[in-house]
């Protein structure tokens, strides 16, 4: 079965200044990973999910995250934070043969002045 | 288009009622999750329908809990005799299934609270 490690519960930075919430995964085999985002008082939104293609995955609102096979890792990084990306991420692995997802403890990112 | 709608939004009751939490995909998803998220936690799986069909329903922590989507679209989840560890975030997502992969949308949640 797949699990994901968020390794930092809370990131804080300066707009303006590069965000990194880092992700390790343990899978026995090629796995599928995305990154949500849960902003307060809302639902549960994809940034971008790595399906086995390409490894430097893109997606919205200027997020990336590069899947690393040697290091298991699916760091999520953004260039330059903005005060509206301040809410709680959470990296997802798959389990098994469908769409159950496998969320990680998730990691909180304040963005400051 | 309408995304996951989740009623009520925010459920109050005391200890030993039950309590019905209902769900209303993405017109067209054929599957239907339910998970759990406690404070500072992310969310755990509870089942799984396709369609009508209840696929998978490991992660119900006890048969107090039960889901049901009779005719493949709404679902309800319902928790008997509730206790205080059964307050959280009641979540559900949908998806369209064609591929594993599918992206799962998520509803806003029903936060409830067992006094």
């Known amino acids: 079965a797949q699990s994901v490690t968020q390794l930092d519960s809370h990131v804080s930075v300066s707009e303006g200044t590069p965000v990194l919430l880092r992700c390790n995964y343990s899978?026995?085999?090629?796995?599928?990973l995305f990154w949500y985002v849960q902003h307060p008082n809302k639902g549960l939104q994809l940034l971008l999910k790595?399906?086995?293609?390409?490894?430097l995955v893109k997606g919205i609102n200027g997020f990336e995250a590069e899947f690393k096979k040697s290091e298991t890792s699916f760091h999520l990084t953004k260039p330059s934070a903005h005060m509206s990306d301040a809410a709680e991420y959470f990296c997802?692995?798959?389990?098994?043969?469908?769409?159950?997802?496998?969320f990680g403890a998730g990691t909180r990112l304040a963005v400051h002045p | 288009g309408a995304g996951v709608s989740q009623s009520p939004r925010y459920k109050v009751t005391k200890r030993g009622q039950d309590v019905a939490l209902r769900c209303d995909p993405i017109?067209?998803?054929?599957?239907l999750y339910w998970y759990r998220q406690a404070l500072g936690q992310g969310p755990e799986f509870l089942t799984y329908?396709?369609?009508?069909?209840?696929?998978?329903k490991s992660g119900l922590p006890n048969d107090r809990f039960s889901a049901e989507r009779p005719e493949g679209s709404i679902s309800t989840l319902t928790i008997q005799r509730t206790e205080q560890r059964d307050s959280a975030m009641y979540r559900c997502?949908?998806?369209?299934?064609?591929?594993?992969?599918?992206?799962?949308?998520f509803g806003p949640g029903t936060r409830l609270t067992v006094l």
């Open positions: 329908f396709n369609y009508e069909a209840q696929q998978d």
């Open positions: 997802v692995g798959l389990s098994g043969g469908y769409n159950k997802l496998i």
């Open positions: 790595y399906t086995s293609a390409a490894t």
């Open positions: 997502a949908s998806s369209s299934n064609r591929a594993r992969t599918d992206t799962q949308y």
């Open positions: 899978s026995s085999y090629s796995p599928s």
């Open positions: 017109s067209g998803h054929v599957s």
